[in-house]
């Protein structure tokens, strides 16, 4: 059997603050499991969720603003239903927190978490995601082993379950559109069955745990280190752990922030070689936040001023040995 549903829930003038919240909480809970919510902001809060079961099989699509989701100890006493539930998201990013690991899910990957145990999604902007809800023992039925679930691993373009992910966003964009689907969502159990025992060969095992974190810290600064608010500070918070686990995942090399300021500089030098930038251009660019802290750094890294660098660069050409060439 086929069910469609539709709702929207939106804040409006002259309702009490607090009510799109609690409409949202109630929503959240009703389609899935019991939830918790905590907005960004009340003001203008809203979501939608559009959702169709295919006998035991849950496809929704959700778009909703800023919040933080919970999954407690409490809520989960309180129900005896057990889900393996799948996000991936289509616009927007967000954090989920389970068995003592943190996922950054952002635009075409997904993830896998487990309704028995307590988790939690840190959603920091608006998100469009399809989430796929399924009963463990429907799964298990299926002969996939729940005995070691791939929670809170973020599974990219590029992992193979990755075409599991694309088939159930492309099924809840024409889920109560299109009179086959329900015939195309038959095959959605054992794909997600499928997906499931591929991730699982992606959960870190003891130190590879603090390699896969690292990685993911380096790959975000990489595509972040442009950015003057991005702090070793901003970083952990970002990364959901405390300052001291930050530099001890770097123990033994170059520390967050000397690779964080070894980034700035290099986009500095090659922006200076380029040239058609003014100092001051080049040190926005490339994430200072003043540019007398660019001058202080630059001298202090290459022995000479970002204008000398520049000259150099200029009347002797990029390959001359100038610091900051490969």
Do not use: N
Not at 160 to 166: K, N, Y
Not at 177 to 190: F, K, Q, S, W
Not at 212 to 223: D, H
Not at 244 to 271: K, N
């Amino acid at each position: 059997m086929t069910e469609h549903t539709t709702i929207t829930v939106r804040a409006s003038p002259g309702q009490p603050p607090g009510q799109a919240v609690e409409q949202w909480e109630a929503l959240l809970s009703d389609t899935y499991i019991p939830l918790a919510v905590a907005p960004a902001t009340i003001e203008g809060f809203g979501g939608r969720i559009a959702a169709t079961e295919f006998d035991g099989l849950l496809v929704t699509s959700v778009q909703t603003a800023a919040q933080t989701v919970r999954r407690t100890p409490r809520l989960i006493a309180a129900a005896d239903d057990r889900y393996i539930l799948a996000s991936m998201y289509v616009a927007g990013r967000g954090i989920l927190h389970q068995d003592g690991r943190a996922a950054h899910v952002e635009v075409g990957s997904m993830v896998f978490y487990d309704s028995t145990r307590p988790y939690r999604w840190e959603i920091d902007e608006p998100v469009d995601k399809v989430v796929v809800q399924v009963p463990i023992d429907t799964l298990e039925a299926a002969g996939v082993p729940m005995s070691r679930v791939p929670s809170a691993i973020a599974l990219g373009p590029d992992h193979p379950a990755s075409a599991v992910g694309t088939y159930f966003c492309g099924l809840a964009r024409v889920q109560q559109a299109d009179p086959v689907v329900a015939e195309l969502a038959g095959h959605g159990i054992g794909m997600l069955a499928s997906a499931l025992s591929l991730a699982a060969g992606s959960v870190p095992r003891g130190p590879g745990a603090d390699e896969l974190t690292r990685a993911r810290i380096i790959a975000f600064m990489r595509r972040r280190f442009a950015d003057a608010d991005l702090t070793v500070d901003a970083l952990a918070h970002r990364f959901a752990i405390s300052r001291r686990t930050l530099y001890r995942l770097f123990e033994g090399e170059e520390s967050p922030a000397r690779r964080l300021l070894r980034m700035r500089l290099d986009h500095a030098c090659q922006l200076l070689r380029e040239g058609g930038m003014r100092i001051e251009e080049v040190a926005a660019a490339a994430g200072f936040s003043a540019e007398r802290h660019f001058y202080r750094a630059f001298r202090a890294e290459f022995g000479m001023a970002p204008g000398e660098y520049s000259h150099r660069a200029i009347r002797f050409g990029t390959d001359s040995q100038l610091p900051g060439t490969a």
